[in-house]
DNA sequence: CTACTTTTGCTAACAGTGTTAACTTTTTAA
DNA sequence: TTAAAAAGTTAACACTGTTAGCAAAAGTAG
């Protein structure tokens, strides 16, 4: 049987394009991806790009998935550092803050560039992961909260302070210093802790 | 001296094409404004448009003043409406996120698109106001913060907050219900005036 | 080994995009 | 009236995502 290994080729194809979209995205920055480009660097032309994504949308959407798995990995393995739920999440905090500009352009990708297609967000497991991470180390603060739902409550509130932090940072848009940014994160997510309980 | 009345008259085209811009962006979305459907709405050619607007970008730059422009008034209108500071804060949260769903486009211009182009932020003095008007329902604050340093980390703090729940919002990426949303801001929002003052 | 079918990859095109160069018409001023 | 300046035009350049139609290679069956 050839079938294996035209599989097996078909999924090298993919795979170079993947890689041949990295390099685009970390040296010109997601905007600069082009399917043109792609297939210049994969040493194919045009449509054979489209036999293997169904549109550029799909392959940005992939990065997107590939983002939250390292946030996901990230976090995870901050997590086991401390055993006190309050300290796991002032160092997932950190963790995430960190991710998102040791990998900007991915993070933009996630988030700058995922305002338009917003449907299709809820369908992305990693996404739900990342969810799971935080939802667990909420649970376990005490004393507990009331039912799922205020949990559920408090995890928006935690990530939207994370990415609101991320991206007012990354516009430039205040003019606090870099060294003071770890001080506004640390008082942000101090403020969040104090307050998880009424 | 005709060069008053040609000068009124190239405003009136600069004019048009900002209102044919504003009609794509709340018809079809930020993204659908093209040079050429503007130049088509205004009866003229497409290089008439640049006479006016240096490039593309310097159209929808306008819209980012424009859209901070109708935040402020509204901010500053709820100012007005209590002699507390916390108060103030917090109906400005609710002004805020009561803006950015109501001029949903606009909102995603000021930030959503900002994300690439970030070193003009600085530039737009609407932005400016903005910040100024927070800052000094900070400072109200009793007791008073320390020094300007501290007023500008919390300041940092309040924006971050609010952007992050509104653009956690609006990719509909947390499951929550919508009536819960309010509650997920007055909960951050109080955390952080809890929060304020160590 | 030939003949047929399927897969694979190609060129070329369509319908857009932002932007600019070159030319024509209109308006203004001397 | 004529020369200079302004306004507006068409046409093109260099891109973009996407797809239709065709040629070549590879696999399969007789």
């Known amino acids: 049987m050839a079938t294996e290994k035209r599989l097996k080729q078909k999924e090298e194809v993919r795979n170079s394009i993947l890689s041949a979209a990295r390099e685009i995205v970390l ?6 991806v082009s ?20 549109s550029k949308d799909a392959i940005l959407e992939e990065f997107v998935k590939l983002g939250f798995s390292m946030l996901n990995e990230s976090i ?28 900007r352009e991915y993070y ?10 917003c449907e299709r967000a809820k369908q992305i497991a990693e996404i739900g992961d990342f969810g799971a991470l935080v939802v667990d180390t909420i649970q376990n603060i ?13 995890f928006h509130t935690f990530w939207s302070i994370l ?12 003019a606090t210093p870099s060294e003071m940014q770890q001080l506004v994160l640390q008082d942000a997510v101090q ?8």
Do not use: C
Request: aromatic letters at 10%; charged letters at 20%; zero cysteines.
């Open 163 to 174: 990415h609101g932090l991320t991206a007012i940072n990354m516009m430039n848009m205040t």
């Open 108 to 117: 933009q990708m996630m988030f700058g560039l995922g305002m338009p297609s």
């Open 35 to 54: 399917i043109r480009k792609i297939a210049d660097a994969i040493g194919y032309s045009l449509p054979v790009v489209y036999t293997h994504f169904e």
């Open 76 to 103: 995870a393995a901050t997590k086991t550092k401390s055993a006190v739920p309050e300290q796991q999440l002032r160092d997932m905090a950190i963790a995430y803050f960190e991710f998102a500009f040791a990998k």
């Open 142 to 154: 005490h004393p507990p909260l009331n039912d799922a739902e205020q949990v559920r409550l408090k």
């Open 191 to 198: 403020g969040f802790i104090k307050n998880i309980n009424n």
């Open 27 to 32: 040296n010109e920055g997601w905007q600069a």
